[in-house]
């Protein structure tokens, strides 16, 4: 059987960031450690981090309850509001927000500030898209398919400006990019699907191709792992998407030839080792 590995699968740059920045923070703080919310969607990571004392704040209650410690912000970001909390006496706030996710909240704080509205392409439920409207200082609209990008309306004279989640689907954006630019409108779309969503997007689209099988390696709440399986799917008919080793020994690859191997930004690079080895070794 040939097994073919995704080159860019497994951890990205603002992923590897944020959780080396947790483990750094493990040894030299001598206050407790907090994450502003799970510091990725990986339950391997977090549990290790739970082990070894890091606890998972979930709301801006649980901030505000806190006396003293290290609150690290995930690489997702947070709102504006939420990063104000943190400046406060006793808590030391380190900040692991992706760099790319950053420029994104420079970009609607500064063009709302000067009258542009803000329209947002991204899943409304994932926190980065939440932490980027957060910094967002008037109008905005959160977009996740074609449809609620038709029925936007906007007046003549305003000024738009588009950013995208920096893990969408790169190719959905770009449908919508036809969309707007249709639009009448004075139009900024800022591109800000992240180079290492986009390379790892279209690698595992051309995987996906020529294989019999594909396995997607992800957390079950990691939206980027589940735009590679999307992907994935629709070119290779056999895709799993599976969270490790375990999951995978239920899996029939007998009866194929080739298999692709991919996963989301949040996967440990020894859970991809394992599978990549049973897979080998196993069929």
């Known amino acids: 059987m040939k097994v073919t590995v995704a080159s860019s699968a497994g951890f990205c740059f603002g992923v590897n960031k944020a959780v080396n920045t947790v483990y750094e923070q493990i040894e030299k703080s001598e206050l407790p450690v907090y994450t502003f919310g799970p510091i990725i969607h990986n339950a391997m990571v ?20 806190i006396k003293e410690g290290t609150v690290i912000i995930r690489s997702h970001g947070v709102s504006k509001e939420i990063r104000e909390k943190m400046n406060r006496d006793g808590i030391v ?4 927000t992706c760099p790319f996710v950053a420029k994104i909240h420079r970009i609607v704080e500064n063009d709302s500030l000067h009258g542009s509205v803000i329209v947002i392409v991204g899943d409304p439920e994932h926190p980065e898209v939440q932490g980027i409207r957060g910094w967002v200082g008037g109008e905005y609209h959160i977009v996740n398919s074609i449809e609620e990008v038709k029925r936007l309306k906007f007046k003549s004279d305003q000024n738009i400006t588009v950013v995208a989640q920096t893990t969408y689907n790169y190719q959905k954006f770009k449908e919508f990019v036809e969309i707007f630019k249709e639009m009448a409108y004075n139009i900024k779309v800022c591109s800000t699907v992240c180079n290492a969503t986009e390379e790892r997007q279209s690698e595992a689209l051309e ?17 980027n792992s589940r735009k590679l399986y999307d992907i994935c799917k629709r070119k290779c008919k056999c895709t799993y998407f599976i969270e490790t080793i375990v999951d995978l020994k239920t899996q029939p690859f007998q009866s194929v030839s080739g298999v692709g191997i991919t996963a989301g930004a949040s996967t440990p690079k020894k859970i991809i080792e394992e599978v990549q080895n049973y897979v080998r070794n196993e069929f």
């Open 207 to 223: 995987i996906a191709q020529k294989v019999d099988a594909m396995i997607v390696i992800g957390d079950r709440h990691s939206s």
């Open 46 to 65: 977090v549990k290790d981090l739970a082990d070894k004392g890091v606890k998972v704040i979930n709301s801006v209650e649980e901030l505000e309850k």
């Open 93 to 96: 706030c380190v900040d692991a």
